[in-house]
């Protein structure tokens, strides 16, 4: 079976995919996380998976690249990652007491054929409605920083979430249904 590696240095994505029990290591490459101008979020996520799993399968001779980019959005606004914690509390304002969509693009290329699929997955989330005191305890945990809309609902942050409509390993930062069946396409049985 080919070698699996992953295009991220996500602590998140590298946990969920040892919840398959995949033996796989992880590879990055400076790629340019700007998107071109005028793509949907669903769009836009498929891009930059696309970007990160070709620039490391561009490394390596022979084995299946996993990439994923995650994004926010609310009321049609993409929420990335905050630059500080002024700008994470002012997410949770945005999302608290709302609902909002998690994409997740993915990408599996096999280094050797040079062969990609490119999907995304997009998950519903509700949060309940916070204070101030609230989300400013949660900031200061430090939690928020590095993650998309600035929460991590597989964290402290499950206590803002009232529910999900889809995948919840998307929210986390990987749809792992959806790249199980991505990775049968390529021969590679997750179980």
Do not use: W
């Not at 970007?51 to 049609?76: F, Q």
């Not at 609230?134 to 529910?163: D, N």
């Amino acid at each position: 079976m080919k070698e699996i590696v992953l295009a991220s240095s996500s602590p998140r994505r590298r946990d969920l995919l040892k919840q398959l029990g995949l033996t796989f290591r992880i590879m990055t490459a400076g790629v340019d996380e700007t998107p071109p101008g005028g793509l949907t979020p669903a769009e836009m996520v498929e891009v930059l998976a696309g970007r990160k799993a070709a620039a490391v399968a561009g490394m390596l001779e022979d084995a299946l690249v996993i990439g994923a980019d995650t994004v926010v959005v609310l009321n049609g606004r993409v929420l990335g990652k905050p630059a500080d914690r002024e700008e994470a509390a002012g997410m949770l304002r945005q999302l608290q007491g709302t609902d909002h969509t998690v994409y997740t693009g993915v990408a599996v290329m096999d280094a050797a054929s040079k062969k990609m699929q490119v999907a995304h997955e997009k998950t519903r989330v509700f949060f309940k409605s916070l204070d101030e005191h609230e989300i400013r305890r949660y900031v200061a945990t430090g939690e928020p920083m590095g993650k998309a809309g600035a929460y991590a609902v597989q964290g402290r942050a499950a206590a803002f979430i009232k529910g999900l409509e889809g995948c919840y390993t998307n929210v986390v930062g990987l749809p792992l249904a959806r790249l199980a069946d991505m990775l049968k396409k390529f021969g590679y049985n997750v179980l």
